[in-house]
């Protein structure tokens, strides 16, 4: 998983057909130069942070794990939001494996379809990592 702001921006702005706006940062995860999870975080608050972000089908479950670390460990906020399309079945997967938890339907999010809402809190992040 790599800073890359101006990369993830793109490719959620083009798989997404949304805009991201400043102030934002980005992060990639690469396989062999393909990318597989593109996030951009927006929205920091201080105590929570709110994921934008696509998947392939190369998404990796540490991938989504890596991400989650990023914002408890290193901008220690104390919740996470993520949504994707409610197509986007690989990236639903992948948080869920992660140990987000699906908290609903936002209708209309990208314009011709509907967005899932997803949210991991630090005591989530707490009890998925004492359970390995």
Known sequence: MIRAD??????????????IVPPFCGY???DAGFPRLAV????????DVHLTLTASERLRLADARDMARICFDGLNVARVTAVTRTSNV????????AGFRWEGLLRQQFGDEDGVLY???????RLIRTAR
């Open 119 to 125: 949210g991991l809190t630090r005591q989530d992040q």
């Open 6 to 19: 101006e990369v993830a921006k793109w490719i959620i702005e083009q798989a997404l057909g949304i805009r």
């Open 28 to 30: 990639v995860a690469a």
């Open 40 to 47: 951009v975080l927006n929205n920091y608050t201080g105590h």
């Open 90 to 97: 690989r990236a639903r997967k992948g948080l869920e494996k």
